[in-house]
């Protein structure tokens, strides 16, 4: 079946560095639109980045991570990264994969992780 395996989360200092993996499998990995969602305590899922498929490495960034998140995908792998740099405190919370959307949107997407904790502070 479908799963999507994020790691890579933890605790890291304002500032600091942070690098997301999500290891995909049970789809054709290669045709889908990937895409890194951030649920913030209490608040609902939205989106930091989308990839497309088929190596077209069309990208799109969520305003609030433009010029310190960047998302990439190793196709023979099956896996998607999101390096996040110069973290805040507002990047706290759960980070998911999903794949089988095109926007940010989460509602368009049809597979998702489990979820990876991310905590930014001192």
């Known amino acids: 079946q479908v799963q999507l395996a994020e790691s890579g989360g933890g605790l890291v200092q304002p500032g600091g560095s942070l690098t997301l993996s999500c290891v995909a499998s049970?789809?054709?990995?290669?045709?889908?639109?990937v895409a890194w969602f951030h649920q913030a305590p209490g608040k609902e899922r939205e989106g930091v980045s989308c990839m497309s498929g088929e190596e077209r490495s069309l990208i799109t960034y969520a305003d609030s991570v433009q010029g310190r998140f960047t998302i990439s995908r190793d196709y023979a792998k099956k896996t998607v990264y999101l390096q996040m740099n110069n973290l805040k405190p507002q990047d706290t919370g759960i980070y998911y994969c999903?794949?089988?959307?095109?926007?940010?949107?989460?509602?368009?997407?049809?597979?998702w992780g489990q979820g990876t904790q991310v905590t930014v502070a001192s």
């Open positions: 999903a794949a089988g959307g095109w926007t940010l949107r989460p509602g368009e997407w049809t597979h």
């Open positions: 049970g789809f054709n990995f290669y045709y889908y639109n």
